[in-house]
């Protein structure tokens, strides 16, 4: 590292600055080391092409580390490519080219290890390069090989750095590279300290190498050693593993495998006996091994180890886990580092978790809403309910058709989806439903085959083909809070939606006239005929309404997810649950239920990531407990049901 370190001072002219020169001269200088270089002689060479500051040192160096150096009969060096059965020259000082024939010609092809020491100082120059690209290169090239070597380089070239971006970087960089390789064991401890905040992937990588361990053994730990922890066999490591590492140091022999007992017995047969154990008694393991054991007395075989023997052996040893990093102070303040990332990261996973369960409630309750309020009012059960989502998706999918701008196409699908699904909602309550009130199967199946009616006239229209619905470039990406927590901005928006929907529809009911009918009406359908309102209307209308926020809930909904023809039965079976679970006809009891249902979902998911199917059977089974034990829901409502 002090090689480097002095090449890395001449190169940025804190040592005195060589005569000036031309490359091929130095080159001349070094022939022999530049013709057949090693690692150990290629620093000197190194060393000389830094100091003379010459600024063709650098592509020289990424054509000698490329095999692209090749050298005359007489020892001149040339830049050079083959074409054919000739050569295209560039003269490494002036980048005059000729053409000559190959023949004559040697081509330099240092090995791997030389390639790796002219990498690693070919990146110094790189890391204050005029050019931005190359300098953001050598970056990427030592965050993906650091090394002890480019960490004083790195340091110098922070404060010349012009891109705020690339010097951040930089900075980042040399931080997790001090923590490693830094000489003083205070600047090391102070580096790691800072990376207790940071909750990144190197980060933590960075902490976990300075934590590497290697197995080890002694009869008596030596005081020099740096323990991580000591194993115990057949606690912390079976007794089979630690003894295979006394079998590696070679403090202990083999044991003997029963196949290779077996194979001996069979092969020192001799009269029907092995030693003097009968061949009809060698039945039993404990007969064997004494038959083995005589062999061995004999010199026939090699000893037996019997399991006493393991265990005698592992006893007289004590088994440890030894820190690779000699300095314990240095491990002792990279393990409270990570203890305080890890207790970071979980708190960001579980902020995390908590987002996307937020996130799926809010969907839950934009698919649901419009359910609840009809199930609520009119106790019809709608199979369709699905199917006026997924129109409502399609109409934002038409209105992208016509209005290149994403924007404003999402701005009026979103009233227009209304219209649309309001209308075929208020068709359907006037030609099917209103005939079949109290009688729920009826309705149930009127609904299931108008469900199916209208997936099957979506494909015959659209095909069977996912149909794009694309969101405004300004819902792309993320809102990253660290690299342990973010959402997604169309996740983001759907939640604020579901916001608005649920103010919106508190203000309909508590604050207009139409509100007051519809309360009226779920409260006691009889007292408010008599006081002049009309429930029929009034349930035409909630049916229209109920109906028409499913559309702007598929539009929401098409943004995020895929939009079919049977992407409405995608969200049926929760909407149902999401309604009973949180009380008929209630929006708190809608909100509670998706909120419930959300969570729920979420929190099955990261117990049994692996299996999406199985958290949705677990969830569906701890609903029906629930629904055992308040058959209301969470928030039950008064009236109608008392009524009825």
Not at 290 to 297: E, F, T, W
Not at 527 to 554: E, H, K, Q, V, Y
Request: glycine share 6%.
């Amino acid at each position: 590292m002090y090689r480097m370190m002095v090449l890395f001072a001449l190169l940025m002219g804190l040592a005195p600055v060589a005569q000036a020169q031309d490359l091929q001269t130095i080159l001349q200088t070094h022939a022999a080391e530049v013709a057949d270089p090693g690692r150990r002689t290629v620093g000197v060479v190194l060393e000389d092409l830094a100091a003379s500051n010459l600024p063709q040192v650098a592509a020289f160096l990424e054509h000698w580390q490329d095999k692209a150096v090749w050298q005359r009969d007489d020892g001149v060096f040339f830049i050079a490519s083959e074409t054919g059965g000739d050569l295209t020259l560039t003269d490494v000082d002036t980048g005059a080219e000729t053409v000559a024939p190959k023949a004559g010609f040697t081509q330099l092809k240092p090995n791997g290890g030389v390639r790796r020491v002219i990498a690693t100082a070919l990146v110094q120059f790189q890391l204050t390069d005029p050019d931005l690209t190359r300098r953001e290169t050598a970056v990427a090239s030592i965050a993906r090989r650091p090394e002890a070597a480019q960490l004083v380089p790195l340091l110098a070239s922070i404060e010349a750095e012009t891109d705020a971006a690339l010097r951040a970087r930089k900075v980042q960089l040399a931080n997790f590279m001090t923590a490693r390789f830094a000489d003083a064991s205070a600047d090391r401890i102070a580096a790691i300290e800072s990376l207790a905040t940071d909750t990144s992937v190197e980060a933590r990588a960075v902490l976990n190498q300075i934590l590497s361990t290697t197995p080890g053994l002694a009869e008596n730990i030596p005081d020099d050693t740096n323990i991580a922890r000591v194993l115990v066999p057949g606690t912390d490591m079976s007794q089979d593993a630690a003894y295979a590492l006394l079998v590696a140091a070679e403090l202990a022999a083999p044991r003997t495998p029963p196949a290779a007992i077996r194979a001996a017995l069979e092969a020192n047969i001799i009269a029907g006996r092995v030693g003097d154990v009968p061949v009809a008694q060698l039945d039993t393991n404990a007969q064997r091994e004494r038959a083995y054991a005589q062999l061995a007395a004999a010199g026939d075989v090699p000893p037996l180890v019997t399991e006493i023997d393991r265990n005698a052996a592992l006893a007289k040893f004590t088994f440890f886990e030894e820190y690779e990093e000699n300095d314990q102070a240095v491990t002792d303040a990279a393990e409270r580092a990570l203890s305080l990332v890890e207790t970071r990261v979980a708190v960001g996973q579980a902020a995390d978790l908590a987002l996307d369960a937020l996130s799926l409630a809010s969907i839950y309750f934009l698919a649901a809403i419009g359910l609840a309020i009809t199930f609520g009012v009119m106790r019809v059960i709608n199979m369709a309910h699905g199917e006026f989502i997924m129109m409502g998706a399609y109409t934002g999918y038409v209105v992208q058709l016509f209005v290149p701008s994403y924007t404003a196409s999402i701005i009026i699908a979103l009233p227009l989806a209304f219209a649309v699904t309001f209308g075929a909602g208020v068709a359907m309550e006037r030609l099917v439903i209103r005939h079949l009130y109290h009688r729920p199967l009826e309705t149930l199946l009127a609904t299931f085959g108008i469900s199916i009616a209208l997936q099957q006239l979506a494909k015959n229209i659209f095909g069977t083909q996912a149909r794009p619905l694309t969101s405004p470039e300004w819902l792309d990406g993320a809102l990253v809070f660290s690299d342990v927590v973010q959402i997604s901005y169309i996740r983001i928006a759907i939640f604020v939606l579901a916001l608005i929907f649920l103010c919106l529809i508190l203000f309909v009911l508590k604050r207009t006239r139409l509100g007051l009918d519809v309360r009226a009406v779920t409260q006691n359908p009889g007292m408010a005929a008599s006081m002049g309102i009309n429930p029929d209307r009034i349930n035409m209308l909630t049916f229209g309404l109920g109906s028409g926020i499913a559309g702007i809930a598929g539009v929401a909904i098409g943004l995020y997810a895929k939009v079919t023809s049977e992407m409405g039965a995608d969200y049926i079976v929760q909407s149902f649950m999401t309604v009973v679970v949180g009380g008929v006809g209630n929006v708190w009891g809608t909100l509670a239920g998706a909120s419930l249902i959300g969570f729920l979902q979420k929190g099955i998911e990261w117990l049994n990531p692996s299996n999406t199917l199985a958290a949705q059977t677990y969830m569906i089974l701890f609903i029906i407990l629930f629904i055992q034990f308040r058959p209301k829901g969470i928030v039950a409502l008064k009236g109608r049901a008392a009524a009825d």
